[in-house]
């Protein structure tokens, strides 16, 4: 392991980078955007803003204009029922942590993440 667990605090924020195919018309992130990607991964990847700027966040994409990036505040998300936010560094990412929610597909949770997200860099 190259970095450490950390306990987030509940008033950092946390970095999502959104494809501009989980953007709706009115400019707004769809429900999409909030489901885990299809990697295997256990929740929805985010970065810990202590670590890493939306724009380094937005510049990891394989087509960076592609994306915009929301920010949520980790305290709001934890407050959503069975909900975690966890710090998963790796290697060459040392913000990287996942939101973790036991039933990741229910479209009343990621409308919660939603309405808690808040552009920090808009759509493409």
Not at 49 to 68: I, M, S, V
Not at 105 to 110: G, K
């Amino acid at each position: 392991m190259c970095w450490s667990k950390e306990e987030i605090p509940n008033s950092d924020g946390l970095l999502l980078r959104v494809h501009k195919q989980y953007v709706d018309n009115d400019g707004e992130p769809n429900l999409g955007a909030f489901s885990p990607k299809p990697d295997g991964a256990p929740g929805l990847s985010v970065n810990w803003e202590k670590y890493a700027t939306a724009e380094e966040t937005r510049q990891a994409a394989h087509r960076p204009h592609l994306n915009g990036v929301v920010r949520l505040i980790t305290g709001d998300v934890r407050f959503i029922p069975n909900t975690a936010v966890e710090h998963e560094p790796v290697c060459d990412n040392r913000a990287h942590s996942e939101i973790v929610v036991s039933s990741p597909e229910d479209d009343e949770h990621r409308l919660k993440l939603k309405r808690r997200a808040a552009w920090v860099i808009g759509p493409p």
